[in-house]
């Protein structure tokens, strides 16, 4: 990919583009992102996932969604709420208080929890539980996202073309579908 084909996909990352792009090449490279198909779809979950290459760490209210986050949100909460399974905590590993802010989403696709972290530690040889700021280093927040891509599946599902399918397995459901596929369709003319 080239710098005017990324600048095309992700007009608003002009000014961090040229920072990115040889992590991001290097990264599609090494996680077996090497198609057209591939690359369309990664880049248009990363477009949204990341403001267009703006945010590598999730901002922080928390929101509500974010108070999921934590291990203690089920005993806060009143009984009948607990009993919602919409509303009980996401499944991501958090085993102390703090760990939803501390393993908040970092890198281009927001690698997030406690579990994730580890995982993706493991993987690219760095102690993320320990340094999860390392994830914000241009290098590290691609090939995180690569990791992510990668040990979901999703290089199986971009070439089948199912951009709903890998949105669910990226977001955990399909926030911001329509701006991941007006990017999708944007990147398959660009890389075309």
Same mark, same amino acid.
């Given at each position: 990919?080239?710098? *005017?084909?990324? !600048?095309?996909?992700?007009?608003?990352?002009?000014?961090? =583009?040229?920072?990115?792009?040889?992590?991001?090449?290097?990264?599609?490279?090494?996680?077996? !992102?090497?198609?057209? =198909?591939?690359?369309?779809?990664?880049?248009?979950?990363?477009?949204? @996932?990341?403001?267009?290459?703006?945010?590598?760490?999730?901002?922080?209210?928390?929101?509500?969604?974010?108070?999921?986050? @934590?291990? /203690?949100?089920?005993?806060? +909460?009143?009984?009948?709420?607990?009993? *919602?399974?919409?509303?009980?905590?996401? /499944?991501?590993?958090?085993?102390? =208080?703090? /760990?939803?802010?501390?393993?908040? %989403?970092?890198?281009? !696709?927001?690698?997030?929890?406690?579990?994730?972290?580890?995982?993706?530690?493991?993987?690219? %040889?760095? *102690?993320?539980?320990?340094?999860?700021?390392?994830? @914000?280093?241009?290098?590290? =927040?691609?090939?995180?996202?690569?990791?992510? +891509?990668?040990?979901?599946?999703?290089?199986?599902?971009?070439?089948?073309? /199912?951009?709903?399918?890998?949105?669910?397995?990226?977001?955990?459901?399909?926030?911001?579908?329509?701006?991941?596929?007006?990017?999708?369709?944007?990147?398959?003319?660009?890389?075309?």
């Amino acid at each position: 990919m080239t710098l *005017d084909q990324l !600048i095309k996909i992700m007009p608003n990352a002009r000014s961090k =583009a040229g920072i990115f792009l040889p992590a991001l090449n290097a990264a599609m490279a090494e996680f077996g !992102i090497n198609t057209p =198909a591939r690359q369309a779809s990664f880049l248009a979950q990363l477009a949204h @996932e990341s403001g267009q290459l703006v945010y590598v760490r999730e901002l922080w209210g928390p929101t509500p969604s974010q108070l999921r986050y @934590e291990r /203690d949100f089920v005993a806060a +909460w009143p009984p009948k709420v607990r009993t *919602d399974r919409n509303q009980l905590p996401f /499944d991501l590993g958090n085993a102390q =208080a703090g /760990d939803g802010s501390r393993f908040r %989403g970092r890198g281009l !696709i927001q690698v997030t929890g406690r579990s994730n972290y580890a995982a993706c530690g493991k993987a690219l %040889g760095l *102690d993320l539980l320990a340094q999860p700021a390392l994830l @914000e280093q241009t290098v590290n =927040a691609c090939r995180s996202a690569g990791w992510f +891509w990668q040990s979901r599946g999703l290089n199986a599902l971009a070439d089948a073309g /199912d951009q709903v399918v890998v949105t669910r397995r990226v977001n955990g459901g399909t926030n911001g579908l329509a701006e991941r596929l007006a990017y999708f369709k944007t990147a398959q003319r660009v890389l075309a």
